[in-house]
């Protein structure tokens, strides 16, 4: 079978509606939703979306929560990355 949207990827299903704009951030928001993560757990690339921020890997079975499109929202790496500087500072200055 051939390929059948050249352009507009998961959003073909849409046609014509919602304008062209809605359906490129859409598309955006579908493939990162759709797509597989790499697990925290087992390292493997084996982790998808069950439900609105519910993700399950495949092979280690843990169940992670997380943002409703992708594994880890830009708020939830900010407030990773600031704990841990600051776990960091406390350590050096008991």
Do not use: D
Request: aromatic share 6%; proline share 2%.
């Amino acid at each position: 079978m051939g390929k059948r949207t050249k352009k507009v990827g998961i959003t073909g299903k849409y046609g014509t509606r919602y304008g062209s704009t809605l359906r490129k951030l859409l598309r955006k928001i579908e493939v990162s939703q759709h797509g597989k993560y790499r697990c925290t757990f087992c390292g493997k690339t084996n982790v998808k979306r069950v439900v609105v921020g519910i993700w399950k890997c495949g092979s280690c079975r843990k169940v992670v929560a997380g943002g409703a499109y992708t594994l880890s929202t830009p708020a939830a790496i900010t407030v990773r990355s600031t704990i841990g500087r600051l776990r960091r500072m406390q350590a050096e200055n008991p």
